[in-house]
């Protein structure tokens, strides 16, 4: 299992507990989620599924491709946590993850 | 027979007759136009978007596509190019790059569509196969920008002329707003390009052409990224922008925001057709929506078992047709035939 908590811009959490393999933006639609839009339904083209990770993961969850930057250019207020969720595979390694979710996706 | 469908705008005032209009040129409301042809019910197709595809094109033209019967593996721009080749021989007239603004009934049950290009067209029946909705230009989320829309904030420009001796800010990174960079920058009194990172997606010879212009002292470039605008009566007047040197406020007359497409759903909700959270609930016989003679097919339309599966789109536009036959042609019966042993269907696919 691994453990997610999505952080809402109103300090308000979600705790989910989700299988590896899966995409960020998988396990935050799969468990509702809000604020997580994912327009394009995963195909890293549309920028709707932008979350901020926590700074004590961006290690864990690397950094962008070069693809996923070019993607980011469509979000609102990138910052340098910002990613695409649904770019973000999830493994054991991500067990405890926290991500915050942008005020808006656009 | 079927009424004579006049090619495109050329004819000029007078509206186009034809028999069938289909709203979206996506995978399935461009199979629409191949499975109302076999039924002898000619078609024109309007789209938003200035190439056919819809999302195929515009949001996955290199993403595989691995669930399209009989074809293990296409992209989103092969399914395009091989249903507009698939549906050649039928000759439906393609209107890109307009809107349908209005739809209404008319006293003898035909339907006037009117586009924000002007055009009008009569049609028997309608297929709205518009999918997500209509691709609009993303509007960025500042507070109090619908104020300015249409008159400072434009996401494209009809007359350039209107930018002359006025402080100009594009935002963004890619063709679109190193394009209007590069054409507003010899008119405007001022340019300022904003894009949140030093990098630019655009075609590099725009990219180097704009640095040139940098260096010569002809236009400013900000990395960063717009916070808040201020201004009164629709007038913009300043935006704040935020660097990696802190706050600052420009001074600016307008200001052209270019963040990609979203889908909207647009005018539908104006044409009295029965909606279920942004999506059209049709029966799953015929597909056809709480309006007599308006279709809706594919990723729009919503009933029980719904999947949003472009293969779920062709077998909607099958059925849908055959439908779409009974008020092209009252009365008329309709045999049904394969394509692999008819000749009459062979006949109209041109290989016979």
């Given at each position: 299992m691994v453990k997610i908590t999505f952080i809402q811009p109103d300090d308000s959490e979600q705790v989910v507990e989700t299988e590896p393999g899966m995409t960020l933006m998988e396990a935050a639609k799969l468990n509702n989620i809000p604020g997580i839009e994912a327009e394009c339904g995963g195909a890293c083209a549309c920028a709707t599924c932008h979350v901020y990770v926590d700074e004590a993961w961006r290690d864990k969850t690397g950094s962008p491709s070069q693809m996923e930057e070019d993607m980011l250019?469509?979000?609102?207020?990138?910052?340098?946590?910002?990613?695409?969720?649904?770019?973000i595979k999830l493994t054991a390694e991500l067990d405890g993850l926290k991500v915050r979710v942008p005020a808006k996706q656009f | 027979m079927s009424s004579e469908a006049l090619s495109g705008s050329e004819e000029g005032a007078g509206p186009i007759e034809t028999d069938a209009v289909i709203i979206g040129a996506g995978p399935v409301g461009l199979f629409a136009v191949f499975e109302l042809g076999l039924v002898d019910i000619k078609a024109h197709v309007i789209d938003i978007l200035d190439k056919p595809g819809g999302q195929c094109a515009e949001l996955y033209p290199e993403k595989p596509i691995y669930d399209i019967p009989g074809l293990p593996i296409v992209t989103g721009q092969e399914i395009t190019d091989r249903l507009m080749e698939q549906i050649k021989p039928f000759g439906a007239t393609f209107h890109l790059s307009e809107r349908v603004e209005a739809l209404e009934r008319l006293p003898d049950q035909k339907f006037r569509l009117t586009t924000d290009a002007g055009k009008q067209f009569i049609a028997k029946v309608v297929v709205v196969a518009a999918g997500g909705g209509a691709f609009t230009p993303k509007r960025p989320p500042l507070a109090g920008i619908e104020a300015y829309e249409g008159a400072s904030v434009l996401y494209s420009v009809r007359r350039m002329e209107d930018m002359r001796g006025k402080d100009v800010l594009v935002v963004g990174g890619g063709d679109s707003a190193l394009d209007w960079t590069l054409s507003l920058q010899p008119l405007a009194k001022s340019l300022t390009l904003l894009h949140r990172r030093d990098e630019f997606r655009a075609a590099p010879h725009s990219v180097e052409k704009m640095r040139a212009l940098v260096g010569e002292g002809k236009m400013r470039l900000l990395i960063g990224q717009v916070t808040a605008l201020h201004g009164s009566g629709g007038q913009l007047e300043a935006a704040t922008i935020k660097t990696k040197e802190g706050e600052e406020r420009l001074d600016v007359d307008a200001m052209l925001p270019f963040f990609g497409l979203t889908m909207k759903l647009g005018p539908i909700a104006d044409w009295g057709i029965a909606l279920n959270e942004n999506l059209i609930p049709v029966d799953t016989a015929k597909f056809e929506t709480s309006e007599a003679g308006i279709f809706a097919i594919g990723d729009i339309n919503s009933y029980p078992g719904k999947l949003k599966l472009i293969l779920s789109g062709f077998h909607e536009a099958a059925l849908m047709a055959q439908q779409a036959y009974k008020y092209v042609f009252p009365g008329k019966k309709l045999l049904f035939q394969y394509t692999t042993s008819s000749s009459s269907l062979q006949k109209k696919l041109g290989v016979s």
């Open positions: 250019d469509f979000a609102f207020e990138v910052r340098e946590q910002s990613r695409l969720s649904c770019q | -």
